[in-house]
């Protein structure tokens, strides 16, 4: 399974951006798909997660301004990012659960300036 996001790039506090994640190869074998952020200095974080049925949870300080969906027609997943903050700059990773395995993508940096 290959991932590649697309979607960051500068955006002034309280705008918006939306993420795509595109999936390619053994698709049929993923569960779920999520949403991760890096900042400088810190660990990876969960932001978000999407299951292949459309349940999905979010990272406590990010709900209501988050929202992760997933079309299924094609190999898509996205993360709609509302009311950004400066503490939202971050790497953001995509992530595919399959039966046996885990994917990541490359990341796309999100910078948000105050």
């Known amino acids: 399974v290959q991932l590649v996001e697309a979607g960051g790039g500068l955006v002034q506090a309280g705008g918006s951006l939306r993420l795509s994640c595109a999936a390619s190869g053994n698709i049929f074998s993923i569960n779920a798909m999520a949403w991760y952020h890096q900042a400088p200095g810190k660990q990876r974080e969960l932001v978000a997660v999407i299951t292949r049925g459309g349940s999905a949870d979010y990272a406590d300080s990010l709900k209501g301004r988050f929202i992760i969906s997933w079309n299924d027609a094609k190999n898509t997943v996205y993360l709609q990012m509302n009311s950004l903050k400066p503490e939202d700059t971050a790497v953001y990773y995509c992530?595919?659960?399959?039966?046996?395995?885990?994917?990541w993508g490359q990341g796309t940096q999100v910078t948000v300036s105050s």
């Open positions: 992530n595919a659960v399959g039966y046996f395995d885990e994917y």
